[in-house]
């Protein structure tokens, strides 16, 4: 018989969702008759617009005809990666810095495998699981502690620093996970922030890994959109970006990451250099198809539809915001981010989970899921039909959260 990877045995519990999913199975067995409604996961939940949908369509027939069949397309469509420059990045970068991908999640996972196990890594805490468990997964974090790993640093990231890290406890050469909007805080870093956060990484000899999945969501036009808009950041970031939560391809699955030619290993080795090696040889390229519809969705009346979908989530996060402030609940986000960060001080986020199930039927993601700062926060997603948002926000009106 094979031995167990260690790596995978160190994995702490349970993923997050799992164990909510599993939650919450318990209690629809227990209480059949209550209808719960979700505002835990970051699942879209609102059907694909026209546009973009037809752009799916058009990759599918073009498959089915001799003369506009294709098969593998490495690195991706070049039309598409032209267009996320120009949409994205004001043609800033080379087109081969663009590397199109099956989703951003999947990207991060592959990115570990640049850095091997000897890497120390830095992430905000709270921050997406991925990075921590991505990390355990090739080896890099160290041994489990009581609140997460000891090759980790954690940056806490909470009310008393406006949710954004102190910098100063980045250790020299860090690989740092950085996420903005934030999942789960739904804070925005400024312009300021992110100037800093950048030369940290210049001084600390660090690299960035810039993740703006939800930067669509961004409303206030002075909030950067993307790490490239920080100068000096093409020496010290690269960025993982994704169609799920802007066009609602959670489920098409598409997504690119731009490693800039610039970035370099200690040896002077180029990074893109070996992205393209790592990505040629365990990824065969994003679906033909979905890279169809993302040329329809950053197309103009793509980028239109765009907009629309994310201001309706927009809309359900801000529907949620103003129920919990009317409760008098602390809460950040909802503004420029699809996530709503409410405070619960001195309780315990599992057992408010558990309360807020068994109150109003409402499913939500215990804080502390997201790492040990996230003790006694929940955070409210907006992906959700917006009867269901309304529904839930008439129940939160009678929650009364212990004192
Ligand atoms: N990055 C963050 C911060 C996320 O919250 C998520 C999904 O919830 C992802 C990446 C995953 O994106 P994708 O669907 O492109 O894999």
């Not at 406890?169 to 992110?194: D, H, M, R, V």
């Not at 999945?213 to 002075?222: F, G, H, T, V």
């Not at 329809?296 to 765009?306: M, Q, V, W």
Request: proline share 5%; with cysteine; aromatic share 10%.
């Amino acid at each position: 018989m094979l031995k167990r990877n260690q790596n995978s045995a160190n994995l702490k519990a349970g993923y997050l969702f799992p164990e909510i999913a599993r939650r919450r199975r318990e209690f629809a067995t227990s209480h059949p008759e209550a209808r719960l409604i979700s505002l835990g996961v970051g699942n879209t939940t609102e059907p694909l617009p026209p546009h973009i949908c037809a752009g799916l369509a058009r990759g599918a027939t073009m498959l089915g005809a001799a003369e506009s069949y294709s098969g593998y397309m490495d690195e991706g469509l070049p039309a598409l990666r032209k267009r996320i420059n120009a949409v994205f990045y004001d043609n800033k970068h080379a087109i081969d810095e663009i590397f199109i991908s099956d989703g951003a999640k999947c990207d991060i996972g592959r990115l570990q495998l640049l850095f091997g196990s000897d890497v120390h890594v830095a992430v905000q805490d709270p921050s997406y699981p991925v990075y921590v468990d991505g990390s355990v997964l090739v080896g890099a974090a160290g041994g489990a502690t009581a609140n997460g790993y000891a090759g980790i640093s954690y940056l806490p990231c909470t009310a008393e620093n406006d949710y954004f890290p102190d910098l100063s406890k980045i250790e020299s050469n860090s690989l740092i996970y950085f996420c903005s909007p934030n999942n789960p805080t739904g804070a925005a870093a400024t312009k300021a922030q992110l100037q800093s956060l950048v030369a940290a990484a210049l001084k600390t000899g660090s690299l960035i890994i810039f993740d703006a999945a939800y930067s669509e969501y961004i409303r206030d036009r002075a909030l950067p959109k993307t790490i490239f808009d920080i100068e000096g950041a093409d020496s010290c970031a690269l960025e993982v970006n994704s169609f799920s939560k802007s066009a609602g391809f959670t489920g098409v699955r598409l997504g690119w990451t731009v490693v800039p030619k610039k970035l370099k290993f200690a040896g002077g080795e180029s990074v893109n250099a070996d992205w393209s090696r790592v990505m040629s040889t365990i990824f065969n390229g994003a679906s033909n198809i979905a890279q169809s519809g993302g040329l329809a969705a950053l197309s103009d009346t793509g980028l239109k539809e765009i907009k629309a979908l994310t201001d309706f989530y927009l809309g359900n996060a801000a529907l949620i915001r103003g129920a919990l402030e009317k409760l008098n609940i602390s809460c950040v986000g909802g503004d420029n981010s699809p996530y709503i960060w409410a405070h619960f001080p001195k309780q315990d986020s599992w057992s408010m989970f558990e309360r807020i199930l068994e109150k109003c039927h409402v499913v939500t993601t215990p804080g502390s899921g997201f790492g040990p700062a996230g003790e006694s926060f929940i955070r409210f997603s907006a992906f959700g039909r917006r009867s269901d948002v309304e529904e839930a926000c008439v129940r939160l009106a009678d929650f009364k959260a212990p004192k």
